[in-house]
């Protein structure tokens, strides 16, 4: 047996924290999102009813009709109305496909003499996105018609980049492509798939006739994909990239090609990873820059970027399982992923900042608003002119349980401590607000067990029948002798804790930040007052007082500290200020406005 993910329609999820997530996304987010992009005309594009069009909005829909498909497999009765909706979309789409296959509701209507001449307008990530919907649509709802859509449009596009080689670039702008064609290849067992994708990787830095509207970095076009050493470029299109690099080195053997993403991965985690598992620093290009550039304030950590970190890591994990990728997945999951959402399910961001000060938008009063530097924004919205998000979410929300175990042929490891059920393994726990996992097995298969003790974690303690067991960690896993029928208790121990940053991140020297496990916290204006910069806290403070919140659904803790205070007519300069003691009270990172508007803060000074 390979070594493989456990789908989400394996798994069980049980009560707890993720599973109130997931079943919000799928009674509230998903509708959210179906309404609005009925607002804005997305699906009536590939409706072909005329309207505005833009060139992404078929990802848009396709993401969409995923999440459905992932929300209602089996057909639940429960969501028979979003699938006659869907099906009602896919049978718009397979009218209006051309008779040679291609299907695109922006070049079809706006501009058809233009197909396959401009490489950054997403055709082919469109066409990934109908690939990986319609691999979904068939195999949990057993609707095969979108798929034959999918198909005819690969077999166009295999015609005219492999065959003719007649478009006018070699390589997508936006990769996307690349990954769907491994999905639709594993779903339909036609290695011309596989080949195509393998095509378009091996294809980038080869320069050919490929024709940019940025630098090489930007497109992941600097190098051929074995010779890469570092992440660069537009963050989102970088882990699609890296995801496909990392499915045909799992496909092909590829050693190459797998040395080269566990480069890219170290690159990130070491240099280029915020705290709350965001990657990408810059608005500019939506992109990487270069290591230990963290900035708070401007950080755009764009949640699209958060998922398909995710999705590298899960395809890594299969390559050769390790605890140091289900530790990133975890600290993307509890933090940067749940912020991108609102705590009632309606609305989302695209840019998941670690800093909000008001009074820096603005601010140049002498230039024109337009020229002035964006800055995230401070309240989630329900739709954005670039709307990849809040699908992207429904999608991946939806089968979030794919996270949870691997297995092999020595046995199952455990990845994610979320309550849930697969195959005589059951977990039960209320991590991260407590510290203990019962895991149990009645007719489990194997003799070993594989449970993650992350890299965070500085002791941990397993148990069977109340005593306590030794256990070698291997990889970030502990590997446990069980038998057919077993019960064991694994106690991870944390407490909310300071840390701070390498020193090579500039901006947040002197600064510490709130954890606990796996969960950042954050400061919010409208629980400490204003002009959170000017507040300190002591760097070895240990004393913390918790308390549980409902509507976040984790503890929040309060602890002593320091703000520097001036009167109206304090001098600009002094050799000190005045001193008051204060209680900060800190929230979950992912909390942060849901509220009123409000300045808010992750990294805070250190007394």
């Known amino acids: 047996m390979k070594v493989s993910n456990v789908p989400f329609d394996r798994v069980g999820l049980a009560d707890g924290f993720w599973k109130r997530r997931v079943e919000l996304n799928s009674s509230v987010s998903i509708y959210a999102v179906q309404k609005r992009f009925e607002d804005s005309g997305r699906f009536d594009a590939v409706r072909f009813s005329g309207g505005d069009v833009h060139v992404f909005y078929d990802s848009d829909v396709a993401k969409w009709i995923e999440a459905v498909a992932y929300i209602a497999r089996g057909n639940n009765p429960k969501y028979a109305a979003l699938v006659a909706f869907c099906d009602e979309l896919i049978a718009s789409m397979i009218k209006h496909q051309r008779a040679d296959g291609y299907f695109n509701s922006y070049f079809q209507q706006k501009e058809p003499t233009e197909i396959f001449k401009r490489r950054n307008d997403h055709e082919l990530y469109c066409a990934g996105h109908i690939m990986e919907a319609a691999v979904a649509y068939d195999k949990y709802l057993g609707k095969n018609d979108f798929l034959e859509l999918a198909e005819r449009y690969a077999d166009f596009i ?85 995801s496909a690099m990392a499915d045909m080195a799992n496909v092909s053997g590829d050693i190459e090609l797998e040395r080269a993403c566990r480069r890219l991965f170290d690159n990130i985690t070491a240099q ?77 961001f695209y840019e998941n900042p670690l800093e909000i ?73 209320d991590y991260p607000n407590e510290k203990t996992v019962k895991i149990s097995g009645k007719g489990y298969g194997y003799k070993k067990l594989f449970v993650r003790i992350p890299a965070w974690c500085k002791k941990y303690f397993l148990e069977t029948d109340g005593k306590k067991i030794s256990a070698k960690v291997e990889n970030g896993y502990a590997k446990v002798d069980v038998s057919e029928n077993f019960s064991l208790t694994l106690r991870i121990e944390f407490e909310p804790k300071f840390i701070e940053a390498n020193p090579h991140v500039r901006d947040l020297a002197g600064k510490v930040c709130l954890v606990n496990g796996p969960v950042v916290y954050c400061l919010e204006e409208v629980d400490n007052g204003p002009d959170l910069f000017s ?34 007519n304090a001098p600009l300069y002094a050799d000190s200020f005045e001193t008051q003691s204060v209680t900060l009270k800190f929230i979950p990172y992912f909390a942060f406005a849901n509220r009123e508007e409000s300045d808010m803060v992750v990294w805070v000074h250190r007394e």
């Open 357 to 429: 000060c008001r009074k820096e938008k603005g601010k140049e009063t002498a230039v024109v608003e337009t020229h002035r530097p964006a800055l995230p924004i401070w309240k989630r919205r329900e739709v954005f002119d670039c709307s990849c998000c809040p699908p992207n979410l429904n999608r991946f929300i939806a089968s979030l349980a794919s996270v949870i175990y691997t297995e092999t042929q020595n046995g199952v490891y455990i990845n994610q401590y979320i309550s849930s059920t697969f195959d005589g393994l059951k977990v039960e726990t």
């Open 535 to 568: 507040v300190y806290v002591r760097g070895s403070e240990k004393h913390f007082i918790a308390e549980f919140n409902e509507v976040y659904g984790l503890q929040t803790f309060c602890v002593n500290g320091k703000r520097k205070v001036s009167g109206e």
């Open 158 to 242: 295999e015609k005219v980049f492999l065959t003719d080689k007649s478009a006018d670039f070699a390589t997508c702008g936006h990769e996307e492509i690349e990954l769907a064609l491994y999905k639709l290849y594993r779903h339909t067992g036609k290695d011309k798939y596989r080949a195509l994708a393998e095509y378009f990787i091996n294809a980038r830095g080869n320069n050919g006739k490929d024709t940019t509207v940025g630098t090489p970095q930007t497109f992941q076009d600097n190098a051929p994909a074995r010779a890469l050493v570092e992440a660069e470029g537009h963050a989102v299109r970088a882990m699609y990239y890296y």
């Open 272 to 348: 280029k990873l915020y705290i709350t598992g965001g990657i990408g620093s810059t608005r500019l290009g939506e992109s990487f820059t270069t290591g230990y550039d963290l900035p708070s304030l401007t950080a755009y950590s764009e949640t699209c970027a958060g998922i398909g970190l995710i999705l590298f890591c899960m395809r890594l994990n299969e390559l050769n399982v390790d605890g140091k990728y289900a530790d990133v997945i975890e600290r993307v999951m509890y933090n940067v992923l749940l912020s991108s959402t609102s705590l009632d399910g309606k609305s989302f």
